[in-house]
């Protein structure tokens, strides 16, 4: 199974610097924030200020999130004097005041996101505008959207689709949508112990076989294997039993946090092992890696292995 080539440390930060795409996170926002690009334009060629544009916008988000608050006290005063039919409308207005909310909850971390440096004319190629059924998508999903582990994952994902249209698939952002939190924070654990192949994520077969454990209060203890097994139903990862990494007859890098050595094998092969599938690497761009213990140990037993030439017989290990 193939993936792009990807690395964790260009993972969303804030602040990001990629030029030319905050007109399409305005335009993504709604009507409100549309028609501030002029505003932000102004601000910008009059002081220069590498945060003029994403300070507008914050400032123009923060006027809408109490217009917002306002309406929903003056129609709670409104419903409990409201007769029956009255109620009824009231109530769908309030449920909309809700979801708003919600989507201007997600805006606010994506400016958290947005580009701090001064805008520039971008190439012809990359004004391409985002996806109407991508962004109808990511709506409803913000619209539901309350969770803060959920809220940070769909302001990146806007982020991340806003500098690239076409980089996160939508079921990538359905999953995000609508995936249970712990799957979430099995998915997040898993990311941390992945050794990067020349950019590719992998874990070799004989470290998911061992019983390494993950000890995480939102899971419980698991093994590294039924924390595979958790992903990969999902599509997150692909079958450890199917999948694996094809090695070329050249120099690779391998590399876990800040530890790496080049591997040169001496003919082309394939490993069985754990890879992400193409879900799985767009959610992972999402992900900022947090080295662990058990990440530590899979990088190490791969050098001696690789180094030796013979897999290393698994053996029981804690994290």
């Known amino acids: 199974m193939s993936q792009e080539p990807i690395d964790p440390s260009k993972s969303l930060q804030p602040p990001s610097t ?4 905050l007109s399409r996170l305005i335009g993504a926002c709604g009507p409100w924030a549309a028609g501030l690009s002029d505003e932000a334009s102004k601000r910008m060629a009059q002081h220069r200020a590498r945060q003029a544009a994403v300070d507008v916008l914050r400032e123009a988000l923060s006027a809408e999130v109490k217009t917002l608050a306002k309406a929903r006290e003056e129609l709670l005063l409104r419903r ?3 007769k029956d039919v009255e109620r009824v409308r009231i109530d769908n207005d309030l449920k909309y005041i809700t979801e708003e909310a919600r989507k201007c909850r997600v805006y606010k971390v994506a400016f958290d996101y947005a580009p701090q440096a001064e805008q ?25 959207c309350n969770e803060e582990w959920r809220v940070d994952l769909l302001a990146k994902a806007l982020t991340e689709e806003s500098k690239e249209p076409g980089r996160l698939g939508l079921r990538s952002l359905w999953l995000i949508g609508t995936m249970e939190e712990r799957l979430f924070h099995a998915f997040s654990e898993l990311l941390d112990m992945f050794l990067l192949f020349d950019g590719n994520w ?11 454990e993950v000890n995480n209060p939102k899971l419980g203890k698991l093994s590294l294997g039924q924390v595979i097994f958790l992903t990969a139903e999902v599509g997150l990862v692909g079958d450890p039993q199917m999948s694996g990494y094809s090695w070329k007859e050249s120099p ?4 876990y946090a800040d530890k790496k050595f080049e591997y040169s094998p001496d003919l082309p092969r394939w490993d069985k ?10 959610i992972a761009r999402l992900h900022a890696p947090k080295p662990n213990n058990v990440g530590t140990r899979i990088f190490d037993n791969c050098r001696k292995r690789l180094n030796r030439g013979t897999p290393e017989a698994p053996r029981h290990r804690n994290g």
């Open 202 to 212: 992998f874990i070799p077969d004989e470290d998911y076989a061992t019983d390494y």
């Open 80 to 82: 409990a004097k409201a």
């Open 120 to 144: 520039t004319e971008e190439p012809e190629q990359s004004k391409i505008a985002l996806d109407e059924v991508w962004l109808d998508r990511f709506h409803e999903a913000a619209r539901k």
């Open 273 to 282: 092992g754990v890879v992400l599938t193409q879900v799985g690497t767009q």
């Open 252 to 255: 690779m890098e391998v590399s």
């Open 18 to 21: 990629q030029g030319g795409w």
